[in-house]
């Protein structure tokens, strides 16, 4: 592994994507030369969506803990207490919690921690942040910007906080068995690259007070959160402006407030489920964030005029319809 481990007080989880250690492969590879066995014609590998990656919580305990980064894989560590410092080339950088750092693959480094710094880290090959880069207008912003090293920047401590949990989901589930944990931790990555291209390539100000850009960026935060059910102001605090100017900036471009944009995305997404699945209104709740099913159904009905099992039945009608007439034949 690239990280050396200084010290035994380290409390250190590391996951790995594959679902082997190195070490285990070999072993692996070993038995089945010896053996003669090998895996069965035809089998297909599992999809790694994000190979190469390690994420994981750090936290020191009574003495100092140094890491020693090679520089062949893109590194970043979330600081959410305690202090550290940075040797790069011939430089030392302080480091104080919270903070954020940053160091693009080829930049060879060594990372100290004081005792009782706790945070999370992360390490990723070129082609996974490829792959978790985000599409869409800021796409090419956010992989320029990761071209550059953020060096212990200031973030809010709610930040730091984000980012950690970020980091501590895509260990969880890319150590897990568990349907879509790959995918769930490349939206996770997401999240991070676009909070480092935040930190590390502030919009001026004039750009920051355009509504267009503002709702923009809304609206892409939507698509990646409307399942997560974040209020108004969630979405406010990660765009780093009020509330108020959220909505006025809203209304301004779309005639909408914020919340009848979200409401009508998940109503969206819900009708995409109930006409194009067979989901039960409950299952299709419980895919959409919803914790009860009762809710849900209010919700959609108040949205839309309709219940679920209305809309559905309906859709189901108009297709046999469709079917039965004589504008469907051949």
Not at 167 to 189: C, F, K, M, N, W
Not at 217 to 234: A, G, I, K, P, Q
Request: contains cysteine; charged residues 20%.
């Amino acid at each position: 592994m690239e990280i050396d481990f200084l010290s035994k007080e380290l409390y250190f989880w590391a996951v790995r994507i594959c679902p082997f250690s190195a070490l285990e492969k070999k072993l692996d590879l070993l038995q089945n030369s010896r053996t003669g066995d090998a895996p069965p014609a035809g089998t297909i590998p599992p999809i790694v969506v994000l190979p190469d990656t390690e994420a994981a919580v750090v936290k020191t305990a009574l003495s100092p803990v140094a890491w020693t980064l090679h520089g062949n894989r893109n590194r970043a560590f979330a600081l959410i207490s305690g202090v550290g410092q940075l040797a790069l080339e011939s430089t030392i950088i302080p480091l104080a919690a919270p903070c954020v750092l940053w160091l693009p693959a080829g930049k060879p480094a060594t990372l100290t921690l004081e005792a009782g710094a706790r945070g999370a880290a992360l390490a990723a090959s070129e082609l996974a942040i490829g792959r978790a880069v985000p599409s869409g207008p800021i796409g090419t912003e956010v992989k320029n910007a990761l071209f550059h090293p953020v060096l212990g920047a200031k973030i809010a401590p709610a930040l730091a906080q984000d980012l950690c949990r970020s980091i501590e989901v895509i260990g969880d589930e890319l150590r897990s068995d568990r349907p879509g944990a790959q995918d769930t931790a490349r939206y996770h990555l997401v999240l991070i690259l676009i909070a480092l291209w935040r930190t590390s390539s502030p919009m001026p100000s004039k750009q920051q007070s355009a509504p267009r850009t503002l709702v923009r960026n809304f609206l892409h935060l939507v698509e990646l959160h409307v399942r997560d059910h974040w209020s108004v102001s969630d979405y406010a605090r990660f765009l780093s402006v009020s509330r108020g100017r959220l909505g006025s900036a809203v209304r301004r471009v779309t005639g909408r407030t914020p919340l009848e944009l979200i409401h009508a995305r998940l109503v969206a997404e819900a009708e995409v489920l109930l006409n194009g699945t067979g989901l039960q209104a409950a299952e299709v709740a419980e895919a959409l964030g919803f914790k009860d099913a009762g809710y849900f159904n209010r919700f959609f009905k108040r949205e839309t005029g309709m219940s679920p099992g209305r809309l559905r039945r309906e859709a189901m009608q108009r297709k046999s319809k469709g079917e039965n007439s004589f504008a469907a034949w051949p």
